[in-house]
């Protein structure tokens, strides 16, 4: 039996079979035990099951930062922290940064904790997880972050940043010309695709290249992430454009 354990609650994949689980919640002391479905649609909304208890609310630690979600209303994916940390820390001092799919602040939240960011602009299109981006930036004390609820396709436009964050991976390709026109002079787009492994070296960078029009597109990274299906990989490309 697999499993990952949110705050104080037991996530168990599909393999589980045990059904006592008060002893299981005891062994792991959590409160809730669930199973995810699948995360479905734009807004990434979860399709779950009770095992045990009630409560689906729950504060995650991680890397420094809190994070407060109900999940069964906004997803959580644990296999990125590694990622969400990388990130902070290649954060400069007093850079201007757009999270795009902001979510409860995956993102976000470590940026601000761990870099000295001059202001960081999160968009999230999901109500629930608006409000949890709003708790989470008062939970981790964080006066330099404008939550913003909306659809980035329609808000990025708004503001132009030194760093733009694009953490989501289903059709992200298609934001990414309001990305890059929201990129200042010699500004990192940070881009994340789920990509064919024999596509890997060509797919992500071509599609940056063929909407960054006339700018110069410079890779200074492709970061695997982690295996998204078989064959197929979550990468992420960090790339500078003048």
């Known amino acids: 039996m697999k499993y990952k354990k949110i705050g104080d609650i037991l996530i168990l994949d599909n393999s589980y079979s045990n059904d006592d689980f008060e002893s299981l ?7 809730t ?26 504060i995650n630690k991680e890397n420094g930062c809190l994070f407060k979600l109900d999940l069964s209303k906004v997803m959580w994916s644990k296999g990125n922290n590694n990622e969400r940390l990388r990130i902070a820390k290649l954060v400069e001092d007093d850079e201007t940064v757009i999270d795009m799919f902001a979510g409860i602040g995956y993102f976000t939240i470590p940026i601000g904790v761990h870099s000295n960011a ?11 997880s608006y409000h949890y981006l709003c708790e989470n930036i008062k939970l981790n004390n964080l006066d ?5 609820l909306g659809d980035c396709k329609a808000e990025t436009p708004k503001y132009k940043a030194d760093r733009i964050v694009m953490g989501y991976v289903k059709t992200t390709h298609h934001y990414l010309k309001v990305a890059i026109d ?13 990509v ?6 060509t797919r992500p960078i071509e599609r940056i290249v063929s909407q960054a029009g006339d700018r110069d597109v410079e890779l200074l ?4 992430i982690k295996k998204y299906s078989p064959g197929v990989e979550h990468v992420v490309l960090d790339v500078r454009i003048y």
Do not use: C, W
Request: aromatic share 6%; hydrophobic share 30%.
């Open 25 to 31: 919640s005891e062994r792991h002391n959590v409160k």
């Open 33 to 58: 035990i669930m199973k995810i479905n699948h995360i479905q649609g734009t807004k990434r909304e979860p399709i779950y099951k009770i095992l045990f208890g009630n409560e689906t609310e729950t």
């Open 118 to 128: 001059k202001e960081i602009f999160a968009i999230e299109i999901n109500p629930n």
């Open 144 to 148: 330099n972050v404008t939550p913003i």
């Open 182 to 194: 929201s990129l200042n002079e010699g500004g990192v787009l940070h881009y994340h695709e789920t």
């Open 196 to 201: 064919p492994e024999k596509l890997m070296d």
């Open 221 to 224: 990274k492709l970061n695997k």
